[in-house]
């Protein structure tokens, strides 16, 4: 099993920046594609970002591209999502979510998710 715990979410302005990480435990971390998705009220789950096993190869949702960026430490077991400019419109609980290789924007396709942690970007 693969555990995930993420942290960092909270409340900021529009315009600011929040880093969210997730700490990965149970398995190989190296083994797995991680991927960040984002749940707001009423709307299904949208992939934000994903990385491959050793960060060579990253994608992003087209609503967050140019503004987040995911990486990892392989070494630490952890991955990261930066996010810069944001905007009320990415106010959502922000999920963590892990895969055997290769990377994947589908949310079904993920086995192993953590409890969510929520961002909230005031106007």
């Known amino acids: 099993q693969v555990q995930l715990v993420e942290s960092g979410g909270g409340l900021v302005q529009a315009g600011g920046s929040l880093t969210l990480s997730c700490a990965v435990s149970?398995?190989?971390?190296?083994?797995?594609?991680m991927g960040w998705f984002r749940q707001a009220p009423g709307k299904e789950r949208e992939f934000v970002a994903t990385?491959?096993?050793?960060?060579?190869?990253?994608y992003y949702g087209d609503s967050v591209k140019g503004r987040f960026t995911i990486s990892r430490d392989n070494g630490k077991n952890t991955v990261a999502l930066r996010m810069n400019s944001l905007k009320p419109e990415d106010t959502a609980v922000y999920y963590c979510?892990?895969?055997?290789?290769?990377?994947?924007?589908?949310?079904?396709?993920?086995?192993?998710w953590g409890q969510g942690t929520q961002v909230t970007v005031s106007s």
């Open positions: 149970g398995r190989t971390f190296s083994n797995y594609a």
């Open positions: 979510a892990a895969k055997e290789s290769p990377t994947s924007q589908a949310t079904h396709e993920y086995p192993y």
């Open positions: 990385i491959s096993r050793y960060g060579a190869t990253t």
